[in-house]
């Protein structure tokens, strides 16, 4: 991540989702890393479409095409995991297993 991207990231309008903890207290969702692993994401997508990944050795293009398949995957358990968290929040009852498994 460049020092630019920290900085939108650091700079965006902060979303803050609520939840009920265990003293029934309301408690911020902490989404920092979800928003990390999104911005991430868009890097990689954003530098395989461009003219510079074009000129690459399709064996460097197949790598960076398993780069981003890989950062997809990764930002794929981690919105699994906030969507499991929240629902056993809020309903006291495990989630649903992903049928991806």
């Known amino acids: 991540m460049t020092q ?4 939108k ?3 965006q309008h902060r979303f803050i989702i609520y939840y009920r903890g265990d ?9 920092s ?6 911005l ?7 530098f395989a479409a461009s003219a510079k990944a074009a000129a690459l050795s399709e064996t460097e293009r197949d790598v960076i095409r398993a780069g981003v398949i ?8 981690l919105s699994w995991k906030f969507i499991r968290s929240e629902w056993t929040s809020l309903t006291g009852t495990d989630a649903p297993q992903s049928s991806e498994k």
Do not use: C, H, I, V
């Not at 890393?33 to 999104?38: E, I």
């Not at 890989?70 to 358990?77: A, G, L, V």
């Open 40 to 46: 991430y994401l868009g890097g990689a997508l954003e």
């Open 70 to 77: 890989q950062n997809f995957e990764f930002t794929y358990e």
């Open 23 to 31: 003293g029934g207290n309301w408690m911020p969702l902490d989404l």
């Open 33 to 38: 890393s979800l928003r990390k692993a999104l």
């Open 9 to 11: 990231l650091n700079n």
């Open 4 to 7: 630019m991207d920290a900085d």
